[in-house]
């Protein structure tokens, strides 16, 4: 086809040969016709470069520095690296966020799925009117929803432990910002609120893409619900389930602005604090950048290392299957 | 009944199934208001009394003329709210134009030309894409602060207007512009800037709604970079604000007045997500479910 448009241009150049001016018209044609994939990738890829490539090459030799601000800076070799393998308070933050990513992605993924099978049920009606219900809660930030979420789960007066109240003789007393051992279930509760809305409209969208003949040509054959779920469902939506864990692997490890402002700093003995948290501690509380970019790359690491096994164990998965 | 009716059909007219059906949608509803019941509360906690917030569930009942717009007053004179809501509209704004213009017009020259360089930058892009912005969080703030850019918008805007994430969208939706009508475009003497707008951008409409969304919206939320470089209270965006409030000792426990806050950082969004929600939703997952 590009080709084709060349011919064309050729073939205007060629029939304005009448005059001078007219054939620099042409000229000027062809030009903006050969530069103007150029010009159209051009601001991207200066912008790429600079603010993305840079940085990104930068942040290796920084960590080998350490810095008070950004302006004075010592190098220091690999001292970084060997004093995160050695802190303690590092190794909790990110016990803290495993545990956090764990807990998360073993509620968000089969609550999204089970929504969404719900509402692809062919007796629901208004589903659009669910379906927006269920996702809006995934639009707020996350500085917001730790704003309501700590009054949510205030102690005694909260929605939650008030709803917990409703349901159950005795209540409950779950002190949910003091006691460290309900730290990381209330950043998951508020995350699956922030979340699960999302996975469902990923999972609704798969499984109306399911074949459905599939479905029609199984019944012939006398395939039970379970059989069907099982042999048809799941495969197809298998992709979009992969793509699911991938995405909330990566934004759980991430995770910073929701316990940073839900707990306001580190939680109870510091049950609340994350590898961000840390990051950011050591970056712009303690000022020193060069620590601060080791704790990038051995998040980077640890993010690909899940990344890794979970394309490994969901490709395995897939020839068996 | 038609003979060719399907068992799920036959099903349906019993009466058993019919209460299954109720069941099925009182449990959607009951759900439906677990997920609203947090915005609820916000709204109601705005419009409350600072003794009537924790006392009761949303709203007293018995004494609806307690309710007050007080909340709302004491946000924009004891902090510059309005400053805030103003600084967060221009940056989301800015940036959000930006970044689709450059993406789509990126995205254009990576579906429909052939140059030089193309197949490194789609790979180096690709490498890139799942590698998290965090690593770059130190460098980036230091190279702001070569640029002289600490403090500033610009430093909000412009480096965030690179989505590697963004090209790729419309490569992959441009991909559908016929070629005949870029062919006929030419002919007719149209520019290949003329043929970026008036074709290919027409062309892929739903897509640029669900992705101008989704780009304003994570400017609008965004916290942790603009909470290292803007360092004036009166440059602060709503979520830097908010968050700043919490630990001042006068809204200790003005949970109303943060409640007010937080409504009005939230109800821009949610507007402007009920009107485009349509192609949001559409255009949210065509790519992954596709793919």
Known sequence: MNRNSEHDIADRSGAASGSAARSRASLLWAAQYRFAPYAFVFPFVALFGLFFLYPLLRSVPLSLQTTSGPGLMRYVGTSHYRFLLTDWLFWLAVANTLVYAIGFLLLQVPLSLGLALLLNSPRVRFRNAFRLAFFSSNLIGQVFVAMIFSLLLAPRYGLVNRAFGWLLPNGVETNWRGDPRYAMPALVLATLWLTVGYGMVYFLAALQAVDQELYEASQVDGAGAWSQFWHITLPGIRPVGVFLILVGTIAALSLFELPFVFFQGAGPRFAGFTIVEYLYAQGFEAGDLGMAAAVGWVLVALILIVALVQIKVSGAGRDTA | ?291
């Not at chain 2, 058993?16 to 759900?31: D, E, K, W, Y």
């Not at chain 2, 770059?136 to 500033?152: A, C, I, Q, T």
């Not at chain 2, 003329?194 to 074709?199: F, K, P, T």
């Open chain 2, 1 to 291: 009944m038609i003979p060719r009716a399907t068992i799920s059909d036959r099903r349906s007219s019993q009466p058993g199934s019919q209460l299954g059906t109720l069941f099925l949608h009182l449990v959607l509803a009951v759900l439906a208001f677990g997920v609203l019941a947090p915005f609820l509360w916000m709204l109601c906690a705005s419009f409350k009394e600072r003794h009537d917030v924790m006392e009761h569930a949303f709203l007293p009942w018995a004494h609806l003329d307690r309710l007050t717009l007080g909340n709302f007053r004491t946000l924009f004179h004891a902090v510059p709210f309005g400053r805030w809501l103003i600084n967060s509209l221009f940056v989301s704004s800015v940036y959000t134009v930006l970044v689709v213009t450059l993406s789509s017009l990126g995205g254009f020259a990576l579906a429909k030309y052939r140059f030089f360089g193309k197949r490194p930058l789609m790979a180096m892009m690709f490498a890139t894409m799942l590698m998290p912005g965090l690593v770059m969080l130190p460098s980036s703030y230091e190279l702001m602060y070569r640029f002289g850019w600490l403090n500033s918008y610009a430093a909000l805007i412009i480096p965030g207007a690179v989505s590697v994430f963004g090209m790729f969208l419309f490569r992959q939706t441009m991909l559908s512009v016929p070629d005949e009508l870029l062919h006929a475009g030419r002919v007719d003497g149209c520019s290949e800037l003329r043929l970026w707008w008036d074709v290919a951008v027409p062309t892929v409409r739903p897509m640029i709604g669900a992705y101008t969304l989704l780009s304003f919206l994570a400017a609008w939320n965004s916290y942790l970079w603009p909470q290292v470089i803007l360092q004036d209270q009166s440059k602060y965006t709503i979520p830097i604000g908010l968050a700043g409030m919490l630990g001042l000792p006068q809204f200790e426990s003005q949970y109303g007045v943060l409640m007010a806050g937080a409504t009005l950082g939230v109800l821009p969004v949610l507007t402007l997500f009920i009107i485009l929600q349509k192609d949001f939703i559409a255009g949210l997952t065509s790519g992954a479910v596709k793919g």
